[in-house]
């Protein structure tokens, strides 16, 4: 079974279009996240959740709204797509206090491309 | 502000020999550190965690070490097979970072060549 899944794998779409990007995991995990990964391959957060609520806001552009239905999931709406926006998207989870724990888990990652 | 650094960036090795892979970080006050494996269009694998409380951990070939009071990590991944081909990362958590946020390095690219 898969841990933590994202739909689609690949995206390609035109600017100025919506899309979204979905993540579940079935891990029980109470804390999920998106992270970016530029073409420059350095991963960086967009967003945490903990149950459900807004943890982390990494001075991304309103243009992404995340949204957490329940702490399964972790959906990535994006709007008015633009050319920079262009790369690999991970949904990633974890359990609360990482310090007892066994650390994220991610999922394998939705390549999105701008044209 | 935590930053995450690795040294080499890309590395090749004949089949056989051991691997050395380099992480340093600018703040030692952390949770814990995570060592990943990501293939090229695939998303990371966790390898090892290292808690603070920890000097290192061990799976199969790997061997990972944690210096918190220097900043420093290494992963040793021992009798490398070209299967080992791949990007590694590090990554720690911060203790005084909200969230839980991992903070990455930039990886060490490996090709171990048959």
């Known amino acids: 079974d898969t841990a933590v899944s994202q739909t689609p794998k690949y995206l390609v779409t035109q600017m100025g279009n919506d899309k979204s990007i979905k993540c579940e995991q079935n891990?029980?995990?109470?804390?999920m996240y998106w992270y970016k990964q530029d073409s420059k391959k350095f991963l960086k957060i967009m967003f945490s959740y903990n149950n459900k609520e807004l943890i982390i806001n990494e001075t991304v552009p309103n243009r992404f709204s995340p949204k957490s239905p329940d702490k399964a999931h972790l959906n990535l709406h994006i709007n008015s797509l633009e050319l920079g926006d262009s790369a690999v998207y991970f949904c990633?989870?974890?359990?609360?206090?990482?310090?007892?724990?066994?650390?994220?888990?991610f999922g394998s990652g939705t390549r999105l491309t701008v044209v | 502000k935590q930053e995450v650094t690795q040294i080499p960036a890309a590395l090749s090795v004949p089949e056989g020999e051991n691997l050395v892979l380099n992480c340093s970080f600018t703040?030692?006050?952390?949770?814990?550190l995570q060592w990943f494996r990501q293939d090229p269009g695939k998303g990371l694998t966790s390898l090892l965690l290292i808690q603070s409380s920890q000097r290192e951990q061990t799976s199969g070939r790997l061997n990972a070490s944690l210096d918190k009071s220097s900043g420093r990590s290494t992963l040793y991944i021992a009798a490398s097979q070209p299967g080992d081909s791949a990007t590694y990362l590090c990554?720690?958590?911060?203790?005084?970072?909200?969230?839980?946020?991992?903070?990455f390095g930039g990886g060490t690219r490996v090709l171990v060549k048959p």
């Open positions: 891990l029980g995990h109470d804390t």
């Open positions: 703040d030692s006050a952390i949770y814990n």
């Open positions: 990633a989870s974890s359990q609360g206090a990482l310090v007892a724990n066994g650390g994220y888990t």
């Open positions: 990554a720690v958590i911060p203790v005084r970072a909200a969230g839980n946020k991992l903070t």
